[in-house]
C-alpha cells in the first residue's frame, strides 16, 4: 500500500479530484487540456475507491466491500458507479469492450469551452505621453463543461460526479464508515 495510505484516504483524493473538475469548470484560467485531466482523474479516482475498500487492510472494512466485486454487485446496481466504471475504464483502456452499463458505446462525448475575453483598455493620445502608465491586462477565463452519453441518456460531467460522491456516500453510511 502507497505511503500507508488507506481507504480513506483514496475517499479524500475523490473529493479533491471533484474540487479540481469544479475548478476547470469555471471561471478559471485552466486551459482545456488541464481540464480534461481533471476530469479524467475525477472518474478513476472515485472508482478506484471501490479497489481500496476492498483491498483494505482492516477486515471489518473488506469483507463490507465483497458486495462492490461480482455478479449483482453494488457498482453495477447503481447506475452512477456503473457508469463511473466504464468512463474509468475507457479512459484506461481508451475503448470500452465491455460495459457495466450494458453500453459500451459508453462515453466522455464532449468537451466545451467558453471564453471570455477581459476588456481592454485602449487610450488615444493626441501629441505626448500618457499621463498614466498602461494596467496589465486581466488574464482570460474559461469554463469547460462536458457532456456523457450512455443507454441514450446524457449527463452533465459536473453533475454525474456530483451524483457518484452522493452514491459513494449513501454506501460509506449504509456501512458504518462514514
Keep these: 500500500m502507497p505511503l500507508s495510505e488507506g481507504w480513506r484516504d483514496q475517499y479524500d ?14 471561471p ?5 487540456d488541464e481540464a480534461r485531466d481533471r476530469l ?24 463490507k466491500a465483497t458486495g462492490l466485486k461480482g455478479p449483482g454487485n453494488h457498482i453495477s446496481a447503481t447506475p452512477e458507479l ?12 481508451f475503448t470500452l469492450t465491455w460495459a457495466v452499463t450494458g453500453d459500451i458505446g459508453t462515453t466522455i462525448a464532449s468537451q466545451s469551452v467558453s471564453v471570455t475575453l477581459q476588456p481592454i483598455e485602449v487610450k488615444a493620445y493626441v501629441g ?20 456523457i452519453t450512455s443507454d441514450g441518456q446524457t449527463w452533465d460531467a459536473v453533475d454525474l460526479a456530483d451524483d457518484i460522491i452522493d ?8 456501512h458504518g464508515l462514514l
Design 40 to 63: 479524467y482523474h475525477f472518474f478513476q479516482d472515485a472508482f478506484h475507491l471501490r479497489d481500496w475498500l476492498h483491498n483494505s487492510s482492516d477486515p471489518a472494512v473488506a469483507a
Design 128 to 147: 505626448g505621453a500618457p499621463t498614466q502608465p498602461k494596467a496589465p491586462t486581466p488574464p482570460a477565463t474559461a469554463e469547460h463543461t462536458w457532456e
Design 82 to 93: 456503473a457508469l463511473c466504471a466504464d468512463l474509468c475504464n475507457g479512459i484506461k483502456h
Design 28 to 32: 478559471s484560467s485552466i486551459g482545456s
Design 167 to 174: 452514491a459513494w456516500d449513501d454506501w460509506l453510511r449504509a
Design 13 to 26: 483524493r475523490m473529493l479533491r479530484s471533484r474540487d479540481k473538475l469544479i475548478e476547470a469548470a469555471g
